[in-house]
C-alpha cells in the first residue's frame, strides 16, 4: 500500500468526483462534520480540494466500520472507498456511497467548532482556522491569483526578477521602516517593496516583475494593513503614465476575469456577489486626476477636505462610489508622493503617479508611476526628502547609463484578494497575518 492508493484503488480528488460518477474511489481526508441517523451516517468529508457528502449504510458496510464512524470527532483523518452518486442536491452535483472507511487518526475534541468565534481566538488558532470552508476558498482564490498573475506577465514577455529582502535604504518613505543589526554595527533595513531593483533589472531585461513578501512598520491597526504582504511590481522601461495606467487596468481585469472563470464554487462559499465584480472585466477603467478628484469630493459630502492632503478610507469610498469598476487617480501633488517619481514637464507641482481605487469601499490596491529619469532632478529629490545619497548613488547610476523613460506600479496581493472575496479584513486573506501585536502562529 502506497500514501496514494488502498485496496488497489487510486486516490481521486473531491473537486475530480464528477467525472466519476458510476466509479468506486478512493478518498483521503479528514472529517469535516458528522451527522448520524439509526443506520445511517453522514459524513462531510474534505480534502483540500473539496467537500463531499459520504453516506454510509450500515447495511453496506462491515459492521466494524460502522462502529468506528460512531462519535468520530470533527478533523479525524480517513480513507474512504465508496461509489459515486450523481445528486442534484449536493453542491458538487455529487455523494458517495460508502463501501469502506478506515480512521487513520482519531482527532482530539477540535478547538473550533461549527459555532462563531470571536477574532482573537480565531487568529490564535490560524493553523487551525485555515481548514474551514470559507478559509480554504480564499486560499484557493489566492492561488489562482497568484498563477493568474504570472501567466499575465509570461504572457506580455515580461520576466520574473527577485528583489533583496535585506536593504540598505527605504523605498517607500522612512516612517515604515524595520530596521535591524546587519554585520559589524551595520543598519539593514527590511525591503517596503522591490521597486529599487525592478527598475535596476528593467534596464537590463526591458520588461520584468518582481514578485515577493515586502515589509512596513504599520503602527496602526486597521482592516487594510499588514505588516508583512505580498506585493507584485511590474517595470517597463519606455513606460509612461499612461502605458502604466494602461498596463493596469489591463492586468486586474485579467485578474478577476480568471477567479470568475475558474473560482466560481469558492466565491459561492463566500457568498460574494459577483455581478459586482463582472464590471472590472471590462476596459478602460474611469480615470480623473488629483484635482478633478478633490473637486468631486468637495461638491459631494466632503467640503472639508483640505486640497493636497492624501485621501483616507472615506475618500476613497466616496471617489469610488460612482463607479462599477476601479477608478484611477492620476497626476498627484508631489509633495504626497514619493521621491522617485517624475514631475509633470507642464506643471512642476504635480508628480506623474497613479493609484488605483477599488469599489465597494475596498480602498487602494495599486500605486504605480512614471519614474524620475534625469539624473540631476532625481538627486535633487533625494536630497529634498533627505534621504542618504551614498545608499541611492546605484540607483542614480540607472540615470548615469542609459537613461529611458520608464515606469511601473505595486498591486497588493491580499488587498487584492480582499476586494475579490468580499472580505473584510486583510488577515484572513494572507495565510499568517503579521500585525502589530500578532505574530503568533
Ligand atoms: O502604494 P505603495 O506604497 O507603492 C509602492 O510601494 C511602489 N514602490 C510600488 C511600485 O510602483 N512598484 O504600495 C503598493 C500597494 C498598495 O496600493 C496596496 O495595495 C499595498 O501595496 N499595500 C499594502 N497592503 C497591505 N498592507 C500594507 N501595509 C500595505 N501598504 C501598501
Ligand atoms: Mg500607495
Known sequence: MTEQSFQGLHQTPIHALPDHVGKTVLLQGWLYNLRSKGKLHFLQVRDGSGIVQAVMSKADVSEQDFEAVKGLTQESSLRVVGEVKADERAPSGVELSVRSVSVVHVAEPYPIAKKEHGPDFLLSNRH????????????????????????????????????????????????????????????AYLTQSGQLYGEASAMALGKVYVFGPVFRAEKSKTRRHLTEFWMVEPEAAWHDLDDVMVLAEEFVAHIVSRVLANRKSELADLERDVTKLEPATRTPYPRMTYHEAVDYLHANGHADFERGDDFGAPHETALSAPYDRPVMVHHWPAEIKAFYMKRDPADPSLALGVDMICSEGYGEIIGGAQREDDVAELEQRIAEHQLPAEAFEWFLDLRRYGSVPHGGFGLGLERTLAWICGVDHLRECIPFPRMLHRIYP
Open 128 to 187: 487551525l482556522w485555515l481548514r474551514s470552508k470559507r478559509q480554504m476558498a480564499i486560499l484557493r482564490i489566492r492561488d489562482e491569483v497568484v498563477r493568474a498573475i504570472r501567466d499575465f506577465f509570461h504572457e506580455r514577455g515580461f520576466y520574473c526578477v527577485d528583489s533583496p529582502m535585506f536593504t540598505p535604504s527605504a523605498c517607500e518613505g522612512t516612517t515604515t521602516l524595520f530596521e535591524l543589526d546587519y554585520f559589524e554595527g551595520d543598519k
